[in-house]
């Protein structure tokens, strides 16, 4: 005799988010810690999973190697940075963008000045630079969307390349922030800002031919 199908009431309950978010919110904040206290080099599952409170098995089976375990853990640093409003022109843009990333936000600040100096040694690691670009591409996104709604109000010239305005501003402060440990002032963020600007609206950063 065929068993009638069981009820919505009496099938178990599938949970949703809970304890696995919990999980993957620990594992990569464990991640994110020891990154910045031992570097990507002596970064181990073991220790990933003893500073989380889990099993390495359990960071095993949903991160099943290094580069897959570092990846979400550096894109959800970049992910929560300060959102910058859009102010209506580049200049007004830039400078918010720089403001509230290296200006306002001191806790993440501190933690990507101490992942700096944890991993400044194996830069040349290539599982590490192909992490970096990743990294870089979605933190620039906003920036570039900025420049590129410049390009389309008229301040910058059509066929700007948004790299040749972005670098020499964020690089600038980057040095200075990360590898110099120095807070550089708003008027000085402004000032950078307007140097690269009076260049870009001249044509300097339009790309080149064979560039």
């Known amino acids: 005799m065929d068993r009638a199908p069981p009820s919505p009431a009496s099938e178990p309950r599938r949970r949703t988010g809970g304890r696995s978010a919990r999980v993957v ?15 990507y080099a002596r970064l181990t599952f073991d220790a990933v999973a003893e500073r989380a409170g889990v099993s390495k098995t359990t960071v095993y089976r949903r991160w099943p190697s290094k580069p897959d375990l570092v990846r979400p853990a550096l894109l959800r640093l970049v992910d929560v940075f300060p959102k910058a409003r859009d102010t209506g022109t580049l200049r007004g843009d830039l400078v918010e963008l720089a403001r509230v990333r290296l200006l306002d936000d001191t806790r993440q600040r501190a933690r990507a000045i101490a992942l700096m100096r944890a991993n400044v040694g194996v830069l040349d690691d290539a599982e590490l630079q192909a ?40 690089a600038t402060l ?11 002032s708003l008027a000085y963020v402004e000032q950078l800002v307007d140097l690269v600007l009076a260049g870009a609206r001249a044509g300097a950063a339009v790309r080149r031919t064979g560039a």
């Open 174 to 184: 980057q040095f200075h922030v990360f590898l110099r440990s120095e807070e550089p």
């Open 131 to 170: 992490l970096g670009r990743l990294v870089t591409e979605r933190a620039n996104q906003p920036i570039v969307a900025a420049v590129e709604r410049g390009i389309a109000r008229g301040e910058l010239p059509p066929g700007t390349d948004p790299a040749l305005v972005i670098e020499p501003i964020y």
């Open 25 to 39: 919110n620990d594992v990569l904040d464990a991640t994110l810690d020891l990154l910045a206290r031992v570097g």
